[in-house]
């Protein structure tokens, strides 16, 4: 047999080629959360992982935290969402040992961001809020689409859920236009308390009417102390 | 088979090693040269699966874990095959069931002996464990279908150390989780509702193989390709015992059967 060394050809399969299709992707569902405060930033995703129709099961973490004061929430596509966390995980630890600290947020940030236009033409179907706190100790927030482009905010939702939890964000978070003077701070002026309530709150919202939310909330919430997590069920139908 | 005319197309590794490491390397068989050429060439060698396996069922209970799959492949619409060994035995305290494309499961059985006797040769007191399997497969799952050449199945993957159940299940796409009750394909949509109601913590081994066995029957009432002949795999922290194929007491004697033209009425 002799073959010759030739790069991918991207047409070698008939176009009548019948039989059952397969798509490298599937959308594992779930909403998540996130709130940048003063000096504490919350995060929250619900538990629930599907897939079609059906739950695979009703107890998933989509959050994950890279690094001790930044934390990744993901929903979408599960396997690239934990492939992508891993990847963060192995950047972050040679960080570590060629600079002798922790990455700050916002380094994260980018970083993630490079890491999913890095495969801009087969994208991590991954839907990502990255929280935590700058700095100057700050809560910050970022918000990203599948293939990378990202921006920072007092609070963002991803997921399935997002456009019945964004309004709700916005009617009670929204600050003034970044056009009036003087500046304002983009963080929010709620307690972390207040924070965590709301989020319950929509989380609790958006599993009435999005099939894929329900079962449980897991909120992390990130400040100067350290991390805490709580946990809340929610309807599960 | 090699000749050295090949040497310019075999790959310095195997498909998949850079996920383990080994001091020897085993013998270069085509089916890895075959597979480790679509990363050069687009190769498709499964866009459709053959010869397939239906439902695995797995649930934790107090000694450790349970695993049960019925013994057919299915050709299509056919029962072609009805004594397959859908669960294997993978190291002493893990168990991998799977459903999907029959040859694929072999195919990975064939990869985690190689893993297992490279893990073992270490022999550094440490062996792998069902966790580590698990997390491996999903892997070699994940980097297949990244190429646009999957393995075909869904697996299950149970297992017991050091006191700590496990219990997790892997799909040819690379979705993972672990939970205290599992069901690949139909057994999503049958079995899950049943474990979903009736599974509890710490089920004796009797109230566990009851509960599968429940699931299995339903199974075997309204999948097409299910049969009436399964196993049953009793994992623990001691060692992995699949049971002898036996069958399930089912219930075909109901009225609507007796007469089955009764009701019929024109030519058809």
Same mark, same amino acid.
């Given at each position: ?6 790069? +991918? ?19 594992? %569902? ?89 495969? +801009? ?9 990255? %929280? ?15 293939? %990378? ?9 991803? %997921? ?23 500046? +304002? ?50 309807? +599960?139908? | ?22 001091? #020897? ?55 072609? #095959? ?65 190429? #646009? ?45 049943? #474990? ?73």
């Amino acid at each position: 047999m002799s073959m010759v060394f030739a790069p +991918r050809m991207a047409e070698a399969a008939p176009s009548s080629h019948a039989g059952a299709s397969w798509s490298p992707y599937d959308n594992n %569902g779930g909403t998540c959360v996130a709130i940048a405060g003063a000096d504490y930033c919350v995060i929250a995703a619900d538990t629930r992982m599907s897939t079609g129709f059906s739950i695979l099961t009703r107890d998933y973490s989509k959050i994950h935290q890279i690094t001790e004061k930044c934390v990744l929430a993901s929903s979408g596509f599960q396997a690239d969402v934990r492939s992508l966390q891993k990847n963060l995980d192995a950047r972050h630890q040679i960080y570590q040992h060629q600079h002798n600290k922790q990455m700050s947020c916002p380094a994260m940030a980018q970083l993630l961001s490079n890491t999913l236009y890095y495969k +801009r033409f087969f994208p991590y179907y991954a839907f990502n809020v990255l %929280g935590g706190l700058d700095n100057e100790g700050k809560g910050c927030v970022y918000t990203y689409d599948a293939v %990378g482009s990202y921006e920072r905010s007092g609070y963002s939702s991803q %997921g399935s859920g997002q456009t019945l939890i964004m309004p709700v964000l916005d009617n009670q978070l929204k600050s003034a236009s970044p056009l009036v003077l003087p500046p +304002r701070e983009s963080s929010t002026p709620l307690t972390e308390n207040e924070a965590v309530d709301l989020i319950k709150d929509t989380f609790a919202s958006a599993a009435e009417r999005d099939i894929y939310t329900g079962d449980g909330v897991e909120i992390v919430i990130i400040n100067k102390d350290g991390i805490r997590r709580e946990t809340m069920p929610l309807k +599960r139908d | 088979m090699r000749s050295s005319k090949l040497i310019s197309v075999v790959p310095r590794t195997l498909p998949e090693s850079h996920l383990y490491s080994f001091h #020897f390397i085993p013998t270069l068989r085509s089916i890895d040269f075959f597979q480790s050429l679509s990363a050069y060439v687009a190769v498709s060698m499964s866009r459709q699966p053959y010869v397939t396996g239906t439902s695995v069922l797995g649930l934790i209970y107090e000694g450790g874990v349970l695993i049960a799959a019925d013994t057919a492949g299915s050709y299509g619409s056919t029962t072609r #095959f009805k004594s397959v060994e859908r669960m294997k035995a993978v190291s002493n305290n893990t168990l991998l069931g799977a459903s999907g494309e029959i040859s694929d499961f072999q195919a990975i059985t064939q990869l985690l002996d190689r893993l297992i006797v490279a893990d073992a040769m270490w022999d550094d007191g440490n062996d792998l464990g069902p966790l580590d399997i698990h997390n491996y497969l999903t892997r070699v799952m994940y980097n297949r279908r990244n190429k #646009f050449d999957p393995l075909w199945n869904t697996l299950i993957l149970g297992g017991v150390k050091n006191g700590v159940k496990h219990l997790g299940s892997v799909s040819m796409i690379g979705v993972h989780y672990v939970d205290n009750h599992i069901a690949t394909g139909f057994g999503i949509h049958l079995a899950q509702p049943i #474990f979903r109601e009736e599974w509890k913590e710490n089920m004796t081994l009797e109230e566990g193989t009851r509960l599968l066995e429940k699931a299995l029957l339903v199974l075997f009432y309204r999948d097409r390709s299910a049969i009436n002949k399964i196993q049953v795999a009793n994992v623990t922290e001691d060692g992995v015992h699949i049971s002898q194929p036996y069958a399930l007491k089912s219930e075909w004697n109901l009225e609507a059967f007796k007469n089955p033209t009764a009701s019929a009425a024109g030519s058809w």
